[in-house]
């Protein structure tokens, strides 16, 4: 449940170190462990959560990886991937205590996905350890191992009893609406609904759980958010990095999978939905869902009326010379994945009805931003005749999701002096003060999935009516590869000219800040 006292609470977190909490003890068994999300995410989330406190005494994590490692080589390898967070040198004596204190909690637990002997050494050695009444298992591996390790993990009886164990699954959740079904049937036979956790870090995002409060606690900005009010929104998650020598993961992915149908999909369905009736998990997922169902459907012989793709190019991206795609390792020399997806979306119901909502992400980006538009309708009528009428913009409200996690509204007022005229004035408000870090969305998600705290997680209706929505655009972009090529873009551009066409038409341009 996400209310104004949880993100209080959470927030907290973050500045003080509370006495440690004594708590029911807690497995945690991460598969993929020697990976790049576990050293990214994973890790430096279970660390500041040792620091804050928020770890039981008795809790331990066991990595689960095939390399022939000890555990005090695991150990070398947490430090590190920590070492930015946890100095040798300058840390103080308490520091190190707290570190060491960290380090004891690791088992290493050396295995391959395939091998089932392991899963049942790793049950032995979880029911040995007495205090851990709850165990999660973590899937930070690639989709193509999900089906192995779950089975794996139900033949070795992992699984059971329910509300004991739980498990994590990463994004994306199948790779269209069909093999999404069978992975979460894969998951229903061995586990039962409560015990999954299928992770949008997304949710998990400081400022989209503000967007929960901001919309729901504020009668002001309540009244304004429906087609009365609202031309347009926008949405932009744009990252200025590359694939990272990611190429094996993002080549059979693209845009449209890895960020679209999971990450832009929720954020929209948080900015369209329906006050829930309360802030009981499933209240919160049943109006998102009623969202994602009002989408209108893609029709197949429109699909470029409302979607572009595009793949980059050589550039410059943040004044670094840049390659594109198809010279990044590892990536086919002719392959037609999209690294750019811009879609325009219609809710079909009373409160969204003829509001265009653009979507767009994409890879080596002017900018690494992630930000959310919205247009308000002009006034009724002109009634400054001081100001040429095409000179009065609409009024925005810009909402930063990362880096910056602020809200801005642009408003009209008189510009001083004796005439009658007007300007644009921003009010800003940052949700941070200056001296405050905001938590990275993990820090809270596995908090919350030791806690047992589902209401940030999908449902799996969710991740249904998302590939629903982006199924035809996936078909259509498939048979379109034989005949058509590939849209591309200069790197540290703002994706393929053709983008701007989505929005000409309603006579909207995209705002870039
Ligand atoms: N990376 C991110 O920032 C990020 C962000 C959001 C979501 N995700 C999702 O998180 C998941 C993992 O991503 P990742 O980037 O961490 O992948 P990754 O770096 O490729 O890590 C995969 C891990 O799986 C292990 N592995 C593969 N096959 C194995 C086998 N047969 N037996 C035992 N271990 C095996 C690898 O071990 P070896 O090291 O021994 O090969 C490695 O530890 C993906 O679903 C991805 O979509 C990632």
Redesign the pocket.
Known sequence: MVTPSRIARRNNIARTRKKIIEKQPCSLVI????????A??LLPALFHLENAGRLAKNMTITA????EWSLAQWQQHVSEALKDLVNEKTSTPQQKKLFAQFLNRFRYHQ????DLSAYQRLANDIHCESACVHTVFY?????T?FA?VIKNLALAKLNQPCGVSRIVV???FGEDLKSARMLNKLLHQSFQEEQIYRID?FLGKEMVQNLFVFRFANTMIESLWNRNYIDHVQITVAESMGIEN?A??YDQ?GALR?MVQNHLIQLLAVIAMEPPASWDADALRDEKVKVLRSIRAIPKNAVNQFAVRGQYATGRVEGNKSIGYLQEKDVPKDSTTETFAAIKFYIDNWRWSGVPFYLRTGKKLAKQTSFIAICFKQPPQQLFHETPLESICPNWMMLSIQPEKSMNIEIHAKQPGLGMETHVIKMDANFLNNNEHGLDAYHTLLLDVIEADRSLFIRFDEVEMAWQVIDPILRHWKIKNASNPMPTYRSGSWGPKETNQLLVNNNHTWRNE
């Open positions: 598969f993929g462990a020697t990976g790049h999300l576990t990214t995410k689960f990886a095939r390399r295995g391959s996905f395939d899937l930070a591996i690639k989709p191992v192995t990463e994004k994306p870090h990611r094996d993961y992915t890895d």
